[in-house]
Structure formats: C-alpha cells, structure tokens
C-alpha cells in the first residue's frame, strides 16, 4: 500500500490546478479518497472528531449487503435449476445466478457513477460516495430477467432527477435506489410484474430472456396471494409445492434478486445495528408497523391478503428488507429520535395497507418508503416543535 500511496503523491500534481489533468481533478480525488483517508484536517472552528465518516459508513452497509447479494445470486440459479429440472451443484447453480447478475452491478455503478463523475467535473466539488450503496442495492430489488438497457435507464433517472438537481448526496429527498425501482415499475410494468421475469429459465446473460420453460410458475408468493380467488390459499414454489415458513426464511422462493432470504437480511441487520450505522428504533417500528396492521386485517379476512398473517407479511416480498436497509436511510428517513419511531410505524403501516388493498401491485414497500420519505420532515418538524413547547411551558412555571 505504501508503494500506492507513494505513487499517487507522485502523479497528484498533474491533476492539480494548473496540472496538465487539472480538468479531472474531482475524478482523481475520488478514487484516491476512496483507496486511503484524506490527511487534510480542519483550519479553523470547533470540530468533533470521529473515526466514522462517509466512506466507512457506506463501506459497512455494503459489509452488510453481501450476505443478501451472495444468496440472492445462489437462489437465481437455484430457482433457474427448479424450473428445468436439473441439479448440478451447489458451485454451478452459484457460477449461474453470479453471472446473471454481475451485469446489472456493473451497469449500475457504470451509469451512476458515470453521472456523478460528470456532475463533479462541472460543479467543480468533490465526488461524493453515496451512490457506493445506492449502486448494489438497485440491482437487488429488480427481478433476474429485468433488461440491462431498462436498469440503465432507470438509474439515469433516478441519479439525475432524484439526487442531483437537489444537490446531491445528503440532499436527496427519495431513496435513490426505490426511485429505480419505481421508474422501472411505472415505466416498463410487464418487465417488472410479470410472473416468469423473477425466475430466469435461459442460459442467455443478455438483453433478452432466451427461450422460457412454460412448465412452470414464477409468480412470487405475494403474487399468488395477490390474484387468489379465495382466502385460503397456500403460496407455492415454481413447480407448484407448498412453501414453509422455513422456505421463507431461507429465502428459496421466487422474489427480487436480494430480497428472498430473511436469514441473509438478519445478518445485514445485526451488522448494522451493532456497528451504529442504522437505526434500531426505525427498524423495529416498521416490524411493529406492519404486524399490528396485518392482525388488524385479519379481523376481516374477506380476501387472501387480508388473510395473510403478521408472520407472513415479514417473510415475504421486500418487507424485511426495505425495513433494515432502506427505511433507515439516514438521508431520507426521519432523524429526530421519536420521529424514527413514527416514520417507521407508518411505513410498516402503509407497506401492508397497499400490498391488501392494491391487488395491481402486491409488493407495497418501495411506496410506503417512497411516501414516507416526503412525509419525514415534516414528522421531524412537529416532534421539534412539540419538544419547544414543551420546553417554553416549562420556562414559564
């Protein structure tokens, strides 16, 4: 490393001002802050001092995203060998899902990026590291068959339209990455909803999906539940047994690429909570959030959504990991500390109203998040002002 650093001390001056590379001086920085912490140290002011910065906290989120992405790439194959009927081991069934989702990282971060390397060349600012987390966790919520040129697109958009013009990392209202997921939802709904594009059945890594085994079903269980004719119904694999619980939390179901395993996203979560990173009253509230609005649906249970139980919310579709990496964003998520509960309790509360009153798209938790996050100021406000008042009347005895 020395030898590194060395080296890059070296070439700096070239991108310095006045270098002969001073116009990519920001794409320098960059990568030199991403290889080793900045020396520079404060001038002026009175300033804490911590060894957490930017870099290290998307570092450990992405520490905790592995375990999510690497079984999310066994269930892929292993999803591909259930519907043609193969077995060919546990290392190729993995080689499978790698190489079918290796191209959306890397279309991900070449086009995220690639916009953010463009912004700070012309704002002249350094390159921020948020688009570090927000670049793997787009191609974990899509599902395996979701076009390269789609994903493309969709993080053009949300980089540009939902980041930058409010000024970047630290200022964007939405999640970046559910703003993907919902561009891509709206935009291209038979790419995304449709029930063989979660399951892929060719070997074809491309644009396209090959040729499609018609032998089975690659609706999720949400979508099973979702076009149910009656209350009771039990959600199944691709060839038509009976999913556990234990299934369920494995995560060996059809679903978006990062989202079927709760054991992968139970990892994330502890990883997080114990390093600080995300907050624990957020997460627990959207758990809570969802539960007792499910019980209360229940009461019902005029409909097979209504009928699916708190447990089943958890386990299924993208509940449990919109609740540990993306409702505690701590950009777009309430800050004040009883607001984390609130803004938690109300999207656990939306994600399971829109998934059994919206028949039309059974995975609500990228609209409850999304909601929320333009609600979040405003919780932060009122519980600001209500701590003020309540300190005002104290003054006043």
Do not use: C
């Not at 890397?106 to 987390?133: D, P, R």
């Amino acid at each position: 490393m020395k030898a590194l650093r060395n080296y890059l001390d070296k070439i700096k001056p070239n991108f310095e001002e006045g270098g002969k590379l001073a116009m990519f001086r920001s794409v320098f920085d960059g990568f030199e802050t991403f290889l080793f912490t900045p020396n520079t140290t404060s001038k002026s002011g009175v300033h804490i001092h911590d060894s957490i910065d930017s870099k290290r906290t998307m570092t450990v989120v992405i520490i905790a995203l592995i375990p999510a992405l690497l079984f999310g790439m066994y269930n892929v194959g292993y999803q591909h060998n259930l519907a043609i009927g193969a077995d060919p081991g546990f290392l190729s069934t993995f080689i499978f899902g790698f190489l079918a989702v290796l191209p959306k990282i890397i279309v991900s971060y070449v086009v995220g990026l690639g916009i953010e390397f463009a912004v700070a060349q012309v704002k002249k600012e350094e390159i921020q590291e948020g688009f570090l987390v927000s670049g793997i966790l787009i191609p974990m919520i899509v599902p395996i068959d979701t076009p390269l040129w789609m994903i493309a697109v969709a993080t053009a958009f949300a980089v540009v339209f939902a980041k930058e013009v409010f000024g970047g990392t630290g200022y964007n209202v939405f999640n970046v990455a559910l703003v993907t997921r919902a561009f891509l939802f709206f935009a291209y709904p038979a790419a995304m909803s449709g029930e063989k594009v979660f399951v892929r059945t060719s070997e074809t890594f491309g644009l396209g999906s090959g040729n499609v085994v018609d032998a089975f079903s690659g609706a999720t269980p949400l979508g099973q539940i979702a076009t149910a004719t009656t209350n009771n119904t039990t959600v199944t694999d691709v060839l038509g047994n009976p999913l556990s619980y234990m299934d369920m939390f494995i995560g060996l179901i059809p679903g978006s690429i990062g989202e079927t395993s709760k054991l992968a996203i139970l990892i994330g979560a502890v990883i997080l909570l114990i390093t600080g990173i995300a907050s624990w009253k957020t997460m627990i509230s959207v758990f809570i959030g969802g539960g007792i609005t499910a019980a209360l649906f229940n009461l019902a249970g005029t409909t097979a959504a209504m009928s699916l139980g708190p447990v089943e919310h958890i386990l299924l579709g993208g509940f449990a990991f919109g609740a540990v990496f993306m409702a505690t964003d701590p950009v777009t998520s309430a800050r004040t500390e009883k607001g984390k509960y609130i803004y938690g309790f109300l999207v656990g509360f939306m994600a399971v109203v829109i998934r059994v009153l919206n028949p039309g798209y059974p995975e609500g938790m990228m609209l409850a998040i999304l909601l929320m996050n333009v609600f979040a100021p405003l919780i932060d406000y009122y519980v600001v002002d209500a701590n003020i008042r309540k300190r005002l009347k104290r003054a006043i005895k």
